[in-house]
């Protein structure tokens, strides 16, 4: 490899960092590559010797991030700049050993939970980028450099993550109306994002799916409920990223197989909805329902501006306080807990939202709080009312 690092006992943390990517290029997403490269980025400062003096920590990050980490950037040589960085990187790395001490691999783990100007990284982010690191050394395990994985029984705090959705964040189907009201009024975009965004309210769709939704997964009837059939998402990457140089790419649904799909129903009030925004707005060559004005993909800063300015027009202060629906993504949060406090099994509301029973309790436990206490009561009158009846049948006497 370049620079040597196949033959530095000193670097074999980045070589195997670069195997790794090597052997999950070709099958893994750009916005996939994009998180590992992040992580290897991360953690490879952290693994010199003691008071080693790195090169400026931004052309570290960027020789690192855009190059040593990135197969797509191999065929071309680094910048004389980035050389002298990663080879004074390479000549302070510790020796593959040191990964064997608790001692290192907590400096790894500790670097992985902090962002580059030193300040506490988001807890999810820090658990993604030690997923990838664990990869890592089980790809060093598998090459003959440790018997076992060093992560194997350390003992390290991860940052805590709470995954539970604020119901203050979740608006209430007055609010959206509202909201999508307030959408469609705004010149430019405006109108053509009303649906855009009933899409992640009323089928609690995630962004990516509603960008990639095609005129053939939509049963529209005239009258009664509606039905979408989902099959994937597209998602930013990054031409840097990606084999063919594009920005976006197109996804399967998450955690689901490349052919799978996801059948939604949509209440007749949304079914009016998007009949209209077609028969206004017609569809692009694909199919798309929603576009930019180039016709191609629409993209999340813009409908992101479009969305805060409506939020700003529509809430009064008291509810902007709490952070109520401040992104987008809030809508499907709000979808979901509007179904479970509908009564919809959660078993049902999981199916349709594309997740897990399990990640549905996780992250929706405050408003299942409530839906319990709704089957409480329901429980509680059916008891009361066979209570009556088992008295009013008794024998008198």
């Known amino acids: 490899m370049a620079l040597g690092l196949a033959d530095s006992r000193r670097s074999k943390l980045m070589t195997a960092a670069r195997e790794y990517l090597d052997q999950r290029w070709d099958r893994t997403p750009g916005n996939t590559r994009r998180t590992l490269a992040d992580a290897f980025t991360t953690i490879t400062p952290a693994l010199v010797h003691p008071g080693t003096a790195c090169p400026e920590?931004?052309?570290?990050?960027?020789?690192?991030?855009?190059?040593?980490?990135?197969?797509?950037?191999?065929?071309?040589?680094?910048?004389?700049?980035?050389?002298?960085?990663?080879?004074?990187?390479?000549?302070?790395?510790?020796?593959?050993?040191?990964l064997a001490e608790a001692d290192v691999l907590r400096r790894a783990l500790d670097a992985l939970c902090?962002?580059?100007?030193?300040?506490?990284?988001?807890?999810?982010?820090?658990r993604c980028k030690r997923a990838a690191f664990n990869e890592v050394l089980n790809t060093a395990v598998e090459r003959g450099f440790f018997t076992e994985n060093p992560l194997n029984g350390l003992r390290w705090n991860a940052p805590p993550v709470n995954e539970e959705v604020d119901p203050a964040s979740a608006p209430n189907p007055a609010q959206v109306a509202r909201l999508l009201a307030a959408v469609a009024q705004q010149p430019g975009r405006g109108p053509h994002l009303e649906a855009f965004f009933g899409c992640m309210y009323y089928a609690a769709m995630r962004p990516a799916e509603v960008i990639h939704l095609r005129f053939e997964?939509?049963?529209?009837?005239?009258?009664?409920?509606?039905?979408?059939?989902?099959?994937?998402?597209?998602?930013?990457?990054?031409?840097?990223?990606?084999?063919?140089?594009?920005?976006?790419?197109v996804h399967s649904l998450k955690r689901r197989a490349a052919t799978a799909t996801r059948p939604v129903p949509i209440p007749p009030q949304f079914v009016r909805i998007l009949r209209a925004h077609i028969e206004r707005f017609g569809v692009a060559p694909d199919g798309r329902l929603f576009r930019n004005q180039a016709g191609n993909y629409v993209d999340a800063a813009a409908y992101g501006t479009t969305w805060s300015r409506a939020r700003k027009y529509v809430l009064p202060r008291i509810e902007l306080a709490p952070g109520s629906a401040k992104r987008p993504y809030d809508l499907r949060h709000a979808g979901i807990s509007f179904w479970l406090y509908s009564?919809?099994?959660?078993?049902?509301?999981?199916?349709?939202?594309?997740?897990?029973?399990?990640?549905?309790?996780?992250?929706?436990?405050?408003?299942?709080?409530?839906?319990?206490?709704?089957?409480?009561?329901?429980?509680?009158?059916?008891?009361?009312?066979?209570?009556?009846?088992?008295r009013d049948a008794a024998p008198a006497g």
């Not at 709704?374 to 429980?379: H, K, N, P, S, V």
Request: charged fraction near 30%; glycine fraction near 8%; charge should be positive.
């Open 114 to 126: 902090r962002k580059l100007d030193g300040k506490a990284a988001a807890a999810k982010t820090a």
């Open 343 to 390: 009564g919809v099994d959660p078993a049902e509301c999981a199916r349709r939202a594309g997740q897990s029973v399990e990640v549905l309790f996780r992250h929706y436990a405050k408003f299942l709080d409530g839906v319990r206490e709704q089957a409480d009561r329901l429980i509680e009158q059916s008891l009361q009312e066979w209570d009556r009846v088992t």
């Open 217 to 249: 997964q939509c049963h529209l009837p005239e009258t009664g409920w509606g039905m979408l059939n989902l099959s994937g998402g597209v998602v930013t990457a990054g031409k840097g990223w990606t084999d063919d140089g594009a920005v976006h790419e």
């Open 57 to 98: 920590s931004r052309v570290l990050r960027r020789a690192l991030y855009s190059w040593a980490f990135n197969k797509n950037a191999w065929s071309q040589e680094p910048t004389e700049e980035w050389r002298k960085a990663l080879d004074r990187m390479k000549r302070n790395s510790l020796p593959v050993s040191a």
